[in-house]
């Protein structure tokens, strides 16, 4: 590579870096397309299940584990048998990948990008949490510390291979904490009923990141102080014991709007908390909101005219700040939703028409019930996962059962980008040899070799490129 190349890349590495630690939000996608994952029905019923054993279930309130890979993992449910079981896959494929002992318990299952899983298991000999490595196909117990703990609750694993949860100590309390299976993690928060020096009586469900921090709702109080009326905060958790403040309710707070928090959040790697409130003004109004503790953005509100009722599940948030979260349309349908405070798109509604193994199904029910089951999860690229209820377009009294789903984004494309004639990014030596290569050719505005979009390519390229030679290009994301 030249110097003048060498001294462009760097320009732009540079550049994607400063990016990347600004609190921008990504471009919201367009539209999405979809994938089956897993489908999980009774034997018996018609289609029977795809991916997985007839009559073994994923739970309906988990938010399905998601990478950057697009792959997924979920707990599954086994109701002949009395155990519980593990399933992995991606891209339409799949299969369970691990089964607890009878009589077993998991919670549900996190994912990292190197096809790592977690989960707590409980009701066993052997208690604690496991993680699974899909490049060894082996389940085995990763850690069952801090001494003295009997349960590890909402643990999640990270791209370092740590893994954040909440312990529980008998007849004590919970704390927060964070292991890479070292016999003494560090514990981030306890409640008091653990550390007498506690300001908080309870820390509810937690959120880590992979700078080892932990985010939740905590509630402020002495040994059993834990009524509504005690004023709560949303921190984020160090590994060395402090903290960020990033919300608090009214209780907390006079001059703050909110009423109280739900009982999960989710945190980004730079910061960000996504979490959902009710509001004193107007009473009983309720929000998805991100915050850093210094910036608040509104994602969404049920007085908004758009979203009518969202629901008590968590808000899912990836490194862009966009956000994907469950509530009904201004119609009273359940969806799925994806926002990033400048607006709202559905990633799915209810009654909607999706690809399944069985041909086209609907996002539907044979009753009342629930279309979606838990909360989605949203990963880098902005591709979201989610359970839903299926049944045939045209018969909503025939179970297809419960389908698992990656909806991969659709982003506008960026920008034309004047002197970029190979259309990779940036003004190089490469440009101007595509140039050269299509030279006199006629093609669509900034087609190949056509760097200044004219629909020719020719002399004025060459002179585009090395206008702005060096240059990155500007991205929609």
């Known amino acids: ?21 600004l609190p921008a939000f990504a471009t919201l996608p367009t539209s999405y397309t979809y994938q089956l994952q897993v489908r999980s029905n009774f034997a018996q019923n018609p289609g029977g299940a795809f991916n997985i054993p007839g009559s073994w279930f994923f739970n309906s309130n988990d938010a399905p584990g998601l990478n950057d890979q697009d792959q997924v993992s979920t707990r599954i449910t086994v109701t002949s048998g009395d155990f519980h079981a593990l399933w992995f896959g991606g891209g339409g494929t799949g299969a369970v990948v691990h089964q607890g002992p009878l009589g077993s318990f998991f919670s549900a299952t996190s994912l990292n990008n190197s096809g790592e899983v977690v989960f707590e298991q409980s009701l066993s000999a052997a208690n604690g949490v496991y993680r699974y490595r899909s490049a060894t196909g082996i389940t085995s117990l990763f850690t069952n510390r801090p001494l003295g703990a009997s349960g590890w609750g909402t643990p999640q694993i990270n791209n370092l291979s740590q893994t954040g949860f909440r312990a529980s100590f008998s007849g004590s309390g919970t704390a927060f904490v964070s292991s890479t299976g070292e016999a003494f993690p560090p514990i981030h928060v306890a409640e008091v009923g653990v550390d007498s020096l506690s300001p908080y009586s309870f820390l509810f469900t937690p959120s880590f990141n992979n700078n080892r921090q932990i985010a939740s709702s905590a509630r402020l109080g002495g040994p059993g102080q834990t009524g509504s009326s005690q004023p709560d905060e949303v921190r984020i958790f160090n590994a060395d014991g402090s903290s960020v403040l990033i919300a608090q309710d009214r209780n907390a707070n006079p ?23 009710t509001l004193e003004v107007p009473s009983g109004a309720r929000g998805v909101f991100i915050s850093n503790g210094t910036q608040t953005i509104t994602i969404a509100r049920t007085d908004g005219g758009i979203v009518s009722n969202i629901e008590f599940f968590a808000p899912a948030i990836n490194n862009s700040n966009l956000v994907a979260f469950r509530a009904f349309d201004a119609g009273g349908l359940r969806a799925v939703w994806v926002g990033d405070g400048t607006g709202l798109v559905r990633v799915a509604t209810e009654h909607d028409i999706l690809p399944t193994d069985q041909g086209p199904g609907r996002i539907d029910q044979n009753d009342a019930s629930p279309v979606f089951g838990g909360g989605p999860s949203i990963n880098s690229a902005g591709n979201v996962a989610f359970n839903a209820a299926l049944t045939p377009p045209g018969n909503n009294q025939v179970e297809w059962g419960t389908g698992l789903f990656v909806a991969t984004a659709v982003f506008p494309p960026p920008p034309h980008c004047v002197g970029d004639a190979d259309s990779d990014g940036d003004r190089e030596f490469a440009d101007i040899t595509a140039v050269l290569a299509n030279f006199n050719n006629m093609t669509i ?33």
């Open 1 to 21: 590579m030249t110097l003048v190349g060498r001294a462009a890349r760097i320009a732009s590495f540079a550049v994607s870096l400063t990016w990347s630690a």
């Open 255 to 277: 001059a703050s709007n909110y009423r109280s928090f739900d009982n999960s959040v989710d945190l980004n790697d730079l910061g960000w908390v996504a979490f959902t409130a």
């Open 445 to 477: 505005p900034f087609g190949l070799g056509d760097a200044d979009g004219s629909g020719v390519v020719d002399f004025a390229d060459i002179t585009s490129v090395l206008a702005l030679f060096g240059q990155p290009c500007p991205t929609s994301r």
